[in-house]
């Protein structure tokens, strides 16, 4: 089976509930367990909030676009941003790291996507933009 | 999010229904602070049962409450996580610094 969508909302954080909820509802037709449903919600919940948090920091008149793609028990997702970009992409990985301390983050949004996919790979450019893309397999019932 | 709080003693019980994510992780930091305000709070007990979403953000609320709990000497106690919430606090590591009922 193969299937795709793609998405643009405004850079509001009321829009990262949307995101979860369309890329649940996306992903449901690969038929997978609970647990991985809740995966996908939360590593995509981390994306777009990185988008808006950083990438376009706090701005809300921009555009987030999530891409997903089905093929077979494949499950991609990709989150763009045409924001700031990410300067030390390593140093963005590492876990509790945050460049925003002053708004209380916990620094683990990459290291809960890293652990809820199965790979998460980041491209950014200062000034250009940061695309997210994340995959994991989904067999049934696991 | 849907926050309900009681104070017995020294011990302030919260229940939080709802989604915590970055969008409403301000909102229910506000809330939980004005009640910490009360300087004679020296646990918060956290059911989180009514919790259907928790990301990073929602780590971040929890420890910057436990931060300032532990700078008055104070302890904070989380209770009642669904499979999912639970498992975003397995992964972080948060059950080795805040307590677990």
Redesign the interface.
């Known amino acids: 089976m193969y299937n795709e969508m793609e998405i643009r909302f405004l850079s509001l954080s009321g829009n990262e509930g949307f995101a979860r909820a369309v890329a649940s509802a996306f992903a449901s037709q690969m038929n997978p367990s609970i647990e991985a449903l809740s995966d996908i919600r939360t590593a995509v919940s981390e994306a777009v909030t990185n988008a808006i948090i950083h990438g376009y920091e706090q701005r809300d008149d921009r555009l987030v676009c999530m891409q997903m793609t089905i093929d077979n028990d494949l499950l991609t997702v990709t989150v763009r941003d045409d924001g700031c970009g990410i300067d030390d992409i390593e140093l963005a990985r590492k876990p509790f790291y945050t460049s925003k301390p002053e708004l209380e983050r916990s620094g683990m949004g990459f290291s809960v996507m890293e652990a809820f996919m199965d790979t998460v790979s980041i491209v950014s450019e200062p000034h250009k933009g940061t695309t997210i893309t994340m995959q994991k397999r989904i067999r049934h019932g696991t | 999010m849907e926050l309900n709080a009681q104070k017995r003693g020294q011990r302030l019980f919260v229940q939080l229904a709802g ?1 915590l ?3 409403s ?1 301000e909102q229910t ?1 506000i809330m939980l602070d004005t009640l910490l305000r009360d300087i004679t709070v020296r646990e918060l007990i956290l059911d989180l049962s009514g919790m259907s ?1 928790m ?3 929602g ?3 929890i ?2 409450r436990f931060r300032k709990l532990s700078m008055r000497g104070g302890k904070l106690v989380v209770k009642g996580m669904n ?2 919430v639970d ?2 606090f397995q ?2 590591g948060l059950y080795a610094i805040v307590e677990r009922q």
Request: no cysteine; hydrophobic share 45%.
């Open positions: 989604e994510d970055h969008h992780a930091r979403f990301d990073s953000a780590l971040g609320v420890l910057g499979a999912s498992r975003i992964m972080s």
